[in-house]
DNA sequence: ATTAGTTGCTAAGTTAGTTAGCGATTGTAC
DNA sequence: GTACAATCGCTAACTAACTTAGCAACTAAT
C-alpha cells in the first residue's frame, strides 16, 4: 500500500521545463564525477580546486564550505599540494591559519579540464536571444533561490 | 604567468544566464549533499535510491549507472538492505542476476527527504507561463545535450 | 590578566571505495 | 551437443577519505 508521499508523487503531473531542470542537476553531478576521474581527483578535490580559483582560503574556511571536518580539509590540502595543484602560506595578520593558494600550473591542468564544458554551456547560451535568456536567468535564480532555502531549514516531516 | 587557459578565463564575458546556471549545478549538488546528510546516507546511497525509485535494477546494472565497481555496488545494495530501504529478488529468466527493489518504507523515507525539493521547484516553475517554460526547456535541453557529450568524449587536450 | 573561542593539526577509528579472483549461469560459435 | 566466452554478483584484501577526540598556538572578548 502506498504511503501518503508515494501518492502524491503518483498523481504529480510535470512540466517539460522542470523534468529538464532536476535532468540538468543529475548530469551536472555525473559529469563532475567523470571530470574528477578523468583529473584523478576525487569530487571533494575537484571542488575545493574551483573554490581555491576563486580565491584563496585556509582550510577551516574549506573546511565550512565542504561540509567535512577541519582533520578532512587538513587531508584534503595535503593531498593537493603532494600532486603541485596549490600551495599554504602564512597569513599575514593571524598567525593561527595559513591561506590556501591554486598554483599556476594547477589552475593550468584544472582549466583544461573544465574549459570544455565552460566552452560548450557558452555556445549554447550565445544561440539565445537577450529577451529569452533573460527568461531562463530569472528561472534559474528562482531555482537556485529555491534548492538554498531548503539547504537551511529542516524538511517539514521534522516537527 | 597566467598560462593559455586562465587567460581565455581572464578575458570571457559570461551572460547572467550562464552564472546561473553554473551556479545551480553547484547549488544541486549541495542540496544533494544535505540531504543525504539529513537521511543518514552517503550521496552515492541518494543516488542509488533515486534511480531504484524509478524501476528495480540489478547490481551489475547500478554499478554501471553510479559508475563504481560490482564489489562497491554489491557493497551499497547490503547497506540499504540492512536499513530496510530495499530489498533483493531473485530475477525471473536469469538466475545469475538478482532484482533490487525498493521497499514501501524506503521509498516512503526517501520521498519524505525529497518531496520539499520537488514541490518547491513545482511550485517555482508553475509561475512561468507555458510560453515562458518551452524557452526554459529548450535552454536545459541544449545544456543538458552539451554535457552529456561531453562525458563521453574526452577533453581537447588529450591528444 | 583571564577566559572563551578559533585555527589547523595528529591519532585512532570507520566508511566506502578499489583490484583480483571465483563459482554459477547464460550466450555464442562451431 | 560441446566448448568457449562473457556476464553476474559475490568475497577477500587493500586503499582513500572521511569521522571524532584532543591538543598547542593564537586571537577575541571581558
Known amino acids: 500500500m502506498a504511503g501518503p508521499a508515494s501518492s502524491f508523487t503518483e498523481g504529480w503531473q510535470q512540466t517539460g521545463s522542470l523534468l529538464a531542470l532536476r535532468e540538468l542537476i543529475e548530469t551536472g ?5 567523470v571530470i574528477a576521474r578523468r583529473a584523478g581527483l576525487s569530487e571533494s578535490h575537484l571542488v575545493a580546486m574551483e573554490h581555491l580559483m576563486r580565491a584563496p582560503l585556509g582550510p577551516a574556511e574549506l573546511a565550512r564550505i565542504l561540509d567535512v571536518s577541519t582533520a578532512a580539509s587538513t587531508g584534503l590540502v595535503d593531498r593537493l599540494v603532494q600532486r603541485g595543484h596549490v ?3 602564512a597569513h599575514e595578520q593571524d598567525r593561527r591559519r595559513t591561506q590556501v593558494q591554486v598554483t599556476d600550473s594547477g589552475r593550468e591542468e584544472m582549466l583544461a579540464h573544465l574549459l570544455p564544458m565552460f566552452v560548450a554551456l557558452d555556445r549554447l547560451d550565445a544561440s539565445f536571444s537577450d529577451e529569452e535568456r533573460a527568461v531562463v536567468e530569472r528561472y534559474l535564480r528562482g531555482a ?7 539547504e537551511t531549514q529542516p524538511p517539514p516531516s521534522e516537527a
Open 144 to 150: 537556485i533561490a529555491a534548492l538554498q532555502q531548503l
Open 87 to 89: 600551495e599554504r602560506e
Open 29 to 33: 553531478r555525473r559529469l563532475r564525477h
